[in-house]
């Protein structure tokens, strides 16, 4: 078996990669044992005889169906997560999210003359002061009142 490091060597040069990437036919090695110019080397390269190898990377075929999933509400039980609750979606988002709920309600029930200004004026203090849950839970008070007869959530 003949000692081809001479030609893997200037093989990686031409073909632009390192010396493990460079593919050696078992078959042809006494052949390329006589090839020793960069010429001899080309003439071999072409002739298929010396070859590179694919680049072997980490699959993402995985990680990309892993979020796929995660993207339809998979794998986000409590055995996934990591921060707290706050860190995952901050406090002032939920705050936001929630409040502009209510206040266009409010201002849904006032502009269709469901609620006289002054409770709307009440409420929306009351909302701005964090003390509804949410959107139903400001119509459930709302009804509690006596203010809003029949409106769904």
Known sequence: MPDLSNQRRLAAALLKCGE???FLDPASQEDLADAVTRSDI???IKSGVIRRKAIIGT???RARRHHAEVAKGRHQGPGSRKG???SRLPRKS???RRIRA???LLRDLRTEKKIPPSVYREFYRRAKGGMFR???HLLQNLRLAGHVPEVKA
Do not use: D
């Open 20 to 22: 493990g990437r460079v």
């Open 42 to 44: 080309r003439g071999a």
């Open 59 to 61: 699959s993402r075929a």
């Open 84 to 86: 707290t609750p706050s």
């Open 94 to 96: 939920r705050w936001m």
């Open 102 to 104: 209510q206040r266009s």
């Open 134 to 136: 949410s959107r139903a």
